[in-house]
């Protein structure tokens, strides 16, 4: 796999400005908020799926594990 070498992009000062910066770095965080708060409701709703089927378990309804002792 070949891979070029990064070179820095000259970015004119004017593109800078403060303004541009804010928009730039308020977008990033709603964003990265969206992303996470989706992740962490997608996570609790496998905990409660999760919960519900072992809630709703029987451990000695279907035992493939008995065998009969024979010695």
Do not use: C, G, H, W
């Not at 730039?24 to 999760?50: G, I, N, P, V, W």
């Amino acid at each position: 796999m070949n891979r070029t070498p990064a070179t820095a992009v000259a970015v004119p000062l004017e593109l800078l400005k403060s303004r541009t910066i804010r928009v730039l770095t308020d977008s990033f965080q709603e964003a990265f908020t969206a992303a996470y708060d989706e992740e962490r409701a997608r996570k609790e709703a496998a905990k409660r799926r999760l919960l519900a089927e072992l809630l709703r378990a029987d451990e000695f309804a279907n035992s493939t594990a008995y065998e009969d002792y024979q010695p």
